[in-house]
């Protein structure tokens, strides 16, 4: 049964922002791909009809991404809408009837955490969750604490395996394709560890700021809004062993490994900033301390790691978009009297584009004595045809595949390791938008040979 692909879409929060921008846009694609073919039920508290729905869905497709007429037309007929509150058990009384013979509805609850709570207990109540899956939105908590009581509401109606915690990041293909090209090439294997590695950083850099979201993200901070789980989930798969088989519990296994074997960060180990502005955005208080920019060093103390500095870096309103990751070697000995060798690396861009790069020293053209770094790159734009992130996490959430979702245990481990710097535990310094965040990021938390700033797109 718990194989057997979901026959409902119940959707919470289909009026929000979530839908508008990512989710009807995946279930236009999933129906374009003929992925998807049973009934979608929104669900929210609008006093709306299915009308308003479908109006509000097809001008979501329009702005974001394009409306395909045969496709929405398709969507438009699998839509049905409930409106009403969230406590209210006739609430579920008409989703129940709305799901008429379905036997394992898939609930996506695209909601704010705080109200989780009450809508797993009325889908319990109302007999909604027999048979059916749970789809979670992120944040998953807003510390450990929280997130255990998040685990306890969702495991007293589902089952761990029928639970799905949405880390989009995870469905980038570039992100999960890393163990593919960690494991399917073996000349990766004799440098990638303690040896030869000398430092990891990875860079999740925005050039856009908050974009309306002020009190959603003055009650988050970039600490929580994408270290804790989208940047942990890109270094838990460079940092993992090889799982013994690639199904979705091997795999998860060594994810929590990695994080089991990380040390809680202390307040040494962070720079927190914030941009100059941003405290008058809508939605933000005035002495607002929140961070929307944070450097950080952190350690794996695993028998492959242990020594070795990983640094994190992520912001908003910083020069460029873009998440990349640079490995660098250690320094190479040299027999070349009077030149310069610099560190090998492997660079891995995760967007815009998809580039694997490793950095080698050369001879400088026109010059005897000189070195210079030449790298030699793989690059390419993701296809017109790929899957968006979200496109593939309700995919694999509605047949009930794990692999891309975030278990349990690997969220309570990603919390213990960033609680103690959460809130103000360090200061936060301001820095100028467009700039790479503040100055102290560059002199407190930098590794070894400065951090690799990507350059402005259409150039590597
Ligand atoms: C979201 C964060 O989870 O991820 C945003 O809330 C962030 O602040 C976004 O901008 C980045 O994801 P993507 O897919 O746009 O790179």
């Not at 930098?446 to 590597?460: E, I, Y």
Request: charge should be neutral.
């Amino acid at each position: 049964m718990s194989d057997a692909h979901s026959d409902a879409l119940v959707f919470f929060g289909a009026t929000g922002d979530l839908a508008y921008k990512k989710i009807f846009p995946a279930l236009q694609a999933m129906v374009k791909r003929g992925h998807l073919h049973v009934p979608v039920i929104g669900v929210a508290k609008a006093g709306w009809g299915v009308d308003e729905l479908r109006a509000r869905a097809r001008d979501s497709v329009k702005q974001h991404g394009g409306l395909d007429a045969a496709a929405f037309d398709k969507l438009s007929r699998l839509l049905r809408y409930v409106d009403g509150d969230y406590r209210d058990p006739a609430t579920f009384q008409a989703i129940r009837q709305q799901l008429g013979s379905a036997q394992r509805p898939a609930h996506y609850l695209a909601i704010p955490p705080t109200l989780f709570g009450p809508v797993v207990e009325q889908l319990a109540r109302s007999g909604c969750a027999k048979g059916a899956r749970v789809i979670v939105e992120k944040p998953f908590g807003s510390d450990r604490a929280s997130a255990q009581a998040l685990n306890r509401t969702l495991l007293g109606s589902f089952d761990e395996r029928t639970i799905f915690r949405i880390d989009h990041y995870l469905g980038k293909r570039p992100v999960h394709h890393m163990l593919f090209f960690r494991f399917a090439n073996p000349f990766m294997a004799p440098f990638w560890n303690r040896n030869d590695v000398e430092s990891v950083q990875i860079t999740m850099a925005e050039e856009f700021g908050i974009q309306g979201r002020g009190a959603f993200y003055d009650e988050t901070g970039t600490v929580r809004d994408v270290v804790q789980n989208h940047l942990f989930q890109v270094l838990s798969n460079l940092a993992m062993e090889p799982p013994v088989k690639t199904d979705s519990q091997s795999i998860r296994d060594e994810k929590v490994k990695v994080l089991e074997a990380i040390p809680v960060l202390a307040p040494d180990d962070v720079v927190r900033g914030q941009f100059r502005g941003y405290r008058s955005e809508k939605g933000v208080a005035a002495d607002s301390k929140v961070e929307t920019f944070v450097a950080l060093r952190l350690q794996i103390d695993s028998w492959r790691w242990q020594g070795v500095p990983f640094y994190i870096r992520a912001g908003k309103c910083l020069p460029v978009t873009c998440t990349e990751i640079v490995v660098r070697l250690r320094r190479p000995p040299t027999i070349f009297q009077g030149f310069h060798l610099d560190s090998n690396y492997c660079r891995f861009r995760i967007s815009p584009d998809v580039t694997l790069a490793i950095g080698a020293n050369v001879i400088a053209p026109g010059q005897e004595t000189r070195s210079q770094t030449a790298e030699m790159v793989g690059s390419r734009l993701p296809g017109a045809e790929e899957m968006d992130a979200y496109e593939r996490v309700l995919g694999d959430a509605m047949e009930g595949d794990s692999t891309l979702f975030a278990r349990e245990d690997y969220v309570e481990e990603a919390w213990r390791i960033v609680d103690p710097v959460l809130k103000d535990a360090t200061p936060v310094y301001e820095y100028e938008p467009g700039t790479w965040g503040p100055k102290e990021g560059d002199s407190k938390v930098s590794p070894p040979g400065g951090w690799h700033n990507p350059p402005p797109l259409g150039r590597t």
